[in-house]
DNA sequence: TAGTGTGAATGCCTTCACAGCT
DNA sequence: AGCTGTGAAGGCATTCACACTA
């Protein structure tokens, strides 16, 4: 939607080589349909079913495909397969990226579990979190760091990509933290707007404001009796 | 962000009495900043500080603000309270919003217990999931309900808001029978697009896809070495 | 004929700059 | 003097329409 509109939105993020922002954003979901609806049996498909399965126009997706360069066959469609694998390439899906989550209350501790990481190349290498009660725990397989050590967590792990899942209090903190690490991308769930610098991408997921969206929306209904 | 842009558009949402969707998705977040940094000891704030908080730029601000009518004073600021207020009244957070979440599962369960929601005025009144082994069960005081029973528990709780935390598969159907039972605003957790009347709000949280585009701007980091 | 690729046009959102209050 | 409110300008994004190709 909107869009967003969106929110969740980007900081520091440079123009990238002639993609824009908005396709950028819908790519992953072009990446979605593509698996979702077509697993090995249809070879073509054309602009008009493959929007609908993601929910845009048709001519958006032909404005964006034609971003990455041209991957159809006019008078027929896309090749499914190597549509689907050149968008892989394109957002990363094809490279497995390691991702640490700080925060394991239960939002965090969902986030570890959720089923739809892995297919898109995302692998939670480490959970991070303060409590004594939960350091040292298992979850999903992987034991809790303390919150101290998580500039040698990042060290150990690699990891570029970190998901924010602290209190709004902690947040602007522990990505400080992450940042100095050489953590240059920060999914933040926290109700903060964080402050970075130049290079690090930043994309805030809002729960409570998206429902506010919509109460935003109910509100007007009732007004308008 | 983008977005809006973004993934996570609404749905069927009209105009809406000159307010702009773009502006609409930044109100809670203004809502919640306000809330957050100036809890009764502050009485003005002028619009650089505030879209300081909030992440914006101050022009944007007094835009976004000037659509809800003035509340503020040339040469002083904004009132705080009576701002708040004012923004709490538009987006409904001054009402209680009963809310009805349709998937138990990890993130359903996060849902539930998140933190974020009743200070906006959201109350988690119901949990249905067709799994035999939740049924039953209590989850944050709420006992789940089994899908079957789905349009009952609409009813009786008078919900129009729902959150879909289900696979992909279901949350059509799921949907299909909200609407039908007089939801009017959905906030979609599943990967899919949904295709609902008139009328009908919704907003899709793509959790992978966010990601997704934070790898995509890694991948380009690592292509332009 | 069917369906992609793409300039042109439209519309929306953001930023700028300054007029207008206090 | 300081800061809001807002028309105007500029930049993006989306949609349209059609040339082009298999």
Sequence with gaps: MI???LPGAGAGARPARGVPD???????????????????????????ALAEAAGV????LRKDLSCLGTYGTR??????????????TRIGAASEWPVVIV???????????????APRGFRV?????????????????????????LEEVVRNTGAVIAVLATPAGAAQAVADRLVHQGVTSILNFASTALVVPEGVNVRKVDLG????????????????V
């Design 3 to 5: 869009s967003d509109l």
């Design 22 to 48: 908005a396709t950028v954003a819908r790519l992953p979901t072009y990446h979605e349909a593509l698996g979702r609806l077509f697993d090995g049996r249809v070879e073509v498909v054309s602009s008009t």
């Design 57 to 60: 126009s048709p001519s958006q």
């Design 75 to 88: 008078g027929v469609g896309y090749d499914v397969a190597r549509l689907q694998r050149q968008i892989a």
């Design 103 to 117: 925060g394991v209350g239960h939002l965090g501790t969902a986030l570890a579990n959720y089923a739809g990481f």
């Design 125 to 149: 290498v480490a959970l991070v979190d303060p409590s004594p009660v939960l350091v040292g725990t298992t979850v999903t397989g992987l034991v809790v760091s303390d919150l101290t050590e």
């Design 209 to 224: 404001a998206e429902l506010a969206i919509l109460a935003f929306h109910e509100q007007r209904k009732v007004e308008e």
